[in-house]
């Protein structure tokens, strides 16, 4: 992917020793913004001298300008890159549990399963996602169908806002209480 099909910030601090060594984040006092750069874009960043860093989401209006999700100059922040994340953090969620007799889990841990902002647990077949800020809801659409792709029965997903507000993004709320499994045992 070149750094010219896409637009361009950079780095006014030396950050990519920390960025490589994992920080997901650069801050808006840290880096200088093309203008027009739209809440939600992917963004390249590169350092002073013009070499390529990392890839991320853009945030207008939060202090974390940059959520990173890529430090491969060839990896896109496209839908291809959300699945196959989440396909990953499945992945290692059926190694620590026994899906069949565990209804309810984190699916996703943002930073921790490398989706910076993105957070989705499970209930039995109930998905309540949780985005940190306007960059990482872009993924919104995406991570719906995404969800729906993956193989986990999914019959609604449920967006959690601040305090008590919720939107269905799919399918239909649960009309009471969702009984999960631990272990076996229905809760």
């Known amino acids: 992917m070149s750094l010219a099909s896409e637009p361009v910030a950079t780095l006014r601090r030396d950050l990519g020793r920390a960025l490589r060594s994992g920080h997901p984040w650069i801050y808006r006092e840290a880096l200088a913004v093309p203008p027009g750069l739209r809440t939600g874009e992917s963004v390249a960043v590169q350092d002073a001298g013009g070499r390529f860093v990392a ?6 209006d939060s202090p974390l300008a940059v959520r990173v999700y890529t430090l491969d100059p060839a990896e ?22 026994e899906l069949r007799e565990t209804s309810a889990f984190r699916l996703c841990n943002g930073e921790g399963d490398l989706l910076p902002g993105v957070v989705v647990d499970v209930y039995d ?7 940190d800020d306007a960059a990482a809801a872009a993924w919104r659409d995406a991570l719906v169908a995404a969800l729906r792709g993956l193989d986990v ?4 997903v449920i967006e959690r806002g601040r305090g008590a507000q919720a939107a269905v993004l799919f399918g239909a709320a649960p009309g009471g209480e969702v009984t999960i499994r631990e272990h076996g045992t229905p809760m």
Do not use: E, I, N, S
């Open 55 to 60: 890839r991320g989401r853009y945030a207008a």
């Open 76 to 97: 896109a922040v496209d839908d291809a890159l959300l699945r196959r994340r989440l396909g990953q953090a499945l992945a290692l969620r059926r190694a620590a549990l």
């Open 125 to 131: 077949t109930v998905a309540v996602v949780r985005f």
């Open 153 to 156: 029965p999914v019959t609604a």
